[in-house]
C-alpha cells in the first residue's frame, strides 16, 4: 500500500502573445530518467494562500514579479499523485492564467532541488506540445490550454475588454 504525503500546490500558466506557454525541463532525481516538462508553481508555505504561493513560485521561477490579486481567480484546480525523490505525493493543486506579451525567463531564485533537477525551459505552442512524444504535466496541457485560452478571451469579450 501506497502512503502519500499531502501537499497543497499553486501553479501557473504562464502565456505569451503567441499562445505558447513556459514550461520548464526537469527529472526525478529518484528515478533521473524519468525526464518531464512541468509548469512553474510549486508547493504552498504553511499559511500561505493559493494566489500567494503562484505569485512567489513565478517570482522565484522567473523573475515576473506579480501580486496575488493580479493572477485573479484559478482557472482549474485537479489532484494528482506522484513520486518523488522517493516520496509519494497527493497534490491538490491550483492553476492560474497569466497572459504577458513576452518574458524572459530569470531563474536566478531557483531552490536547491529546483537547480539540481531542472534542466532548462521553453515556450510551448499546444500545437507543438500535442504532436510532441516528450512527456508532460498535466498529461492534458494542450487541452487544458485551448479550454482556459478560450474561456479567458470570451469573458474578456464579454466585459468589452482585451487581453493582455
Keep these: 500500500m501506497t502512503v502519500y504525503t499531502p501537499r497543497r500546490a499553486a501553479r501557473v ?6 499562445g505558447r506557454v513556459l514550461l520548464f525541463a526537469g527529472f526525478d532525481p529518484a528515478r533521473p530518467e524519468h525526464r518531464y516538462w512541468f509548469t512553474p508553481g510549486g508547493g504552498l ?4 494562500s493559493p494566489a500567494e504561493g503562484a505569485a512567489r513560485e513565478l ?45 524572459e525567463v530569470d531563474t536566478a531564485g531557483f531552490n536547491a532541488i529546483e537547480q539540481a ?12 506540445l500535442a504532436a510532441s512524444a516528450e512527456r508532460y504535466y498535466p498529461a492534458d496541457l494542450p487541452g487544458l490550454l485551448s ?10 469579450a464579454g466585459e468589452g475588454g482585451a487581453s493582455c
Excluded at 479550454?147 to 474578456?156: K, Q
Design 13 to 18: 500558466l504562464l502565456v505569451d502573445a503567441d
Design 45 to 48: 508555505d504553511p499559511g500561505e
Design 59 to 103: 517570482a522565484e521561477e522567473t523573475g515576473l514579479r506579480l501580486s496575488p490579486v493580479e493572477l485573479g481567480e484559478p482557472v482549474w484546480r485537479d489532484t494528482i499523485e506522484f513520486p518523488f525523490d522517493g516520496v509519494w505525493y497527493r497534490q491538490e493543486q491550483e492553476f492560474f492564467l497569466v497572459r504577458v506579451p513576452s518574458w
Design 117 to 128: 533537477t531542472t534542466t532548462g525551459h521553453r515556450w510551448w505552442s499546444p500545437a507543438d
Design 147 to 156: 479550454r482556459v485560452l478560450r474561456a479567458a478571451d470570451e469573458s474578456d
